[in-house]
C-alpha cells in the first residue's frame, strides 16, 4: 500500500522540516526585534532552560539561526513587548502571546492534573495546599510581582521533590494560567496576576474544542510539513493523538493535507501525511546555508528524539540527569549540524572566569570523516558560539 502513496524521499523529508523550522533561511540576515519575532513564530515556540554550561536552550537554539541575535533581544520581546510569553508546551517555552487564547484548555487541564497528581500531595504534606496558593495569590494581588524567594518557609529544602509549599504554589497557579511571568531577575522567575501582565489578553475566551483541534493541527502541520498523527499532537502537547487523528481523516478528505510514504534515514518507507502542497514548498527551498552549526539539545528539530533517528539516522539523548558514569557522551552534548545532515557531536563548558570555551569531547558519526573542510567548519561554528558567549580562547580536546 505505502508504495502506491506519493513518495517523499529521504532528502526531502529532510529539508522540508529544516526548511520549516527555520535552518534553510540565511543565518547572517538583519537580527532585530522584529526578525527574532518572526523566527519565533515560524518555529512556534523557543524551550526555555535553566541549564548554563555554555548558554541558555533558548538563547542557543536562536543564535543557531540568527547570527546578530542578542539575549536582549528577546527579553524585550517577552518583558517589555508582551509580543511572547512563557508557559509550557512539552516544557516550559517562551510563545507569541497571539495564540494565548488556546492555552486556556492547557490551563484548565492543568490545574485538574496536578490537584490529582502526587506532586501536589507532596509538596502540601502538612498544610492546607488550598490555603497556601489563596495566600501566595492574596500576597501577589497586594504587593506586585515576587519571586520564590520572597516567600519563606522555615524548613530547609531542596529542589525540585523539596520544594517549599509557597513554590509549589506558584507553579501551581503559573500553570494553570492565574499567574504569568513578567519578567525573570537573575534568571528567577518573577510572578504576577495574568491580568496585569496580558491586560488585552487575559480574558480572551476559551476556544471550543472543535477550534482548538483546527489551531492545533494546522499550525503543527505548517511547521512540519510531512507528520504523523502523532507528532501533530505532541507538536504543542495539548491535544490527543486520537483527535489528531481524527484531523487528519477530515483534512485530507478535504484535499487539505495528503497521505504519503515518507522515506527515513534507513531506507524504508513509513506512511504518514503531508501539506498538500509538499511538492511546490520542496521546490522553493533554499538549498542549506554552507556552513557549520551547533544546535542546542532542545532544538526543535531534536526535541522528538525517535523522529531525529528516524529522519536524521542521529541517535542523540540527553544526558544531563544520566549519572555521570553511565554517560557516552556528555552532560550538555551539542549535535553537529552540516547542511541537512547531523555529522557528529561535542561536549562544550564555558569558563566564564577565564573566558575559555572548552570542548571536552569530540566525536564524528560513524562513517563521517574529519576532513580539513569539515574540520574548518567545526572551527567556524565554535568561533561564533565564543563570540556569542563571549569566550576569548577556544580549546579543543
Same mark, same amino acid.
Given at each position: 500500500m505505502a508504495n502506491l502513496l506519493?513518495?517523499?524521499?529521504?532528502?526531502?523529508?529532510?529539508?522540508?522540516?529544516?526548511?520549516?523550522?527555520?535552518?534553510?533561511?540565511?543565518?547572517?540576515?538583519?537580527?532585530?526585534?522584529?526578525?527574532?519575532?518572526?523566527?519565533?513564530?515560524?518555529l512556534g515556540f523557543v524551550q526555555v532552560d535553566t541549564i548554563n554550561v555554555v548558554a541558555r536552550a533558548?538563547?542557543?537554539?536562536?543564535?543557531? %539561526?540568527?547570527?546578530? @541575535?542578542?539575549? +536582549?533581544?528577546? %527579553? #524585550?520581546l517577552l518583558e517589555d513587548r508582551r509580543s511572547l510569553f512563557e508557559a509550557?508546551?512539552?516544557d516550559a517555552s517562551a510563545i507569541p502571546t497571539a495564540w494565548f487564547g488556546h492555552w486556556r484548555p492547557r490551563f484548565a487541564r492543568d490545574r485538574e492534573r496536578i490537584h490529582a497528581h502526587a506532586w501536589w500531595q507532596h509538596h502540601f504534606r502538612g498544610t492546607d495546599g488550598a490555603r497556601v496558593v489563596g495566600d501566595v495569590k492574596a500576597r501577589i494581588e497586594r504587593e506586585g510581582p515576587l519571586k520564590s524567594s520572597d516567600f519563606e518557609h522555615p524548613e530547609k529544602r531542596g529542589p525540585w521533590w523539596g520544594w517549599k509549599p509557597q513554590k509549589a504554589a506558584l507553579d501551581f497557579l503559573w500553570r494553570s494560567g492565574e499567574l504569568m511571568i513578567p519578567r525573570r531577575e537573575g534568571f528567577q522567575k518573577l510572578y504576577d496576576l495574568t491580568e496585569r501582565v496580558l491586560p488585552d489578553h487575559h480574558a480572551l475566551p476559551c476556544p471550543n474544542p472543535e477550534a482548538h483541534v483546527e489551531w492545533a493541527c494546522a499550525s503543527a502541520a505548517e511547521r512540519l510539513v510531512v507528520f504523523t498523527p502523532k507528532e501533530l499532537a505532541e507538536?504543542?502537547?495539548?491535544?490527543?493523538?486520537? +483527535?489528531? #487523528?481524527?484531523?487528519?481523516?477530515?483534512a485530507a478528505?478535504?484535499?487539505?493535507i495528503v497521505p504519503v510514504a515518507v522515506e527515513g534515514a534507513d531506507g524504508e518507507a513509513r506512511p504518514a501525511f503531508a501539506l498538500a502542497d509538499w511538492e511546490k514548498r520542496l521546490a522553493k527551498l533554499p538549498d542549506p546555508p554552507e556552513r557549520t552549526r551547533l544546535?542546542?539539545?532542545f532544538d526543535p528539530v531534536l526535541r522528538d528524539r525517535a523522529r531525529a533517528l528516524r529522519r536524521f539516522g542521529f541517535d542523540y539523548r540527553?544526558?544531563?540527569?544520566?549519572?555521570?558514569?553511565?554517560?557516552? @557522551?556528555? @552532560?550538555?552534548?551539542?549535535?553537529?549540524?552540516?547542511?541537512?545532515?547531523?555529522?557528529?557531536?561535542?561536549?562544550p563548558k564555558l569558563h566564564r572566569d577565564r573566558g575559555l570555551l572548552e570542548v571536552r569531547g569530540l566525536w564524528w558519526e560513524p562513517g563521517i570523516k574529519a576532513t580539513k573542510a569539515r574540520k574548518r567548519g567545526l572551527d567556524e561554528a565554535l568561533e561564533r558560539l565564543a563570540t556569542f558567549v563571549g569566550a576569548e580562547e577556544i580549546l579543543l580536546p
Open positions: 506519493p513518495f517523499v524521499s529521504a532528502s526531502a523529508a529532510r529539508r522540508l522540516f529544516l526548511g520549516a523550522q527555520g535552518l534553510l533561511d540565511d543565518p547572517t540576515r538583519r537580527a532585530t526585534v522584529p526578525s527574532l519575532q518572526a523566527l519565533i513564530e515560524k533558548h538563547d542557543l537554539t536562536l543564535s543557531s %539561526r540568527l547570527d546578530g @541575535y542578542r539575549p +536582549e533581544h528577546l %527579553r #524585550k509550557f508546551t512539552h507538536f504543542w502537547a495539548s491535544i490527543e493523538a486520537a +483527535e489528531a #487523528k481524527a484531523w487528519c481523516d477530515r478528505k478535504a484535499g487539505r544546535l542546542c539539545p540527553f544526558e544531563a540527569f544520566v549519572p555521570e558514569p553511565k554517560r557516552k @557522551y556528555g @552532560y550538555f552534548v551539542l549535535p553537529i549540524l552540516e547542511g541537512e545532515r547531523f555529522v557528529g557531536r561535542l561536549d
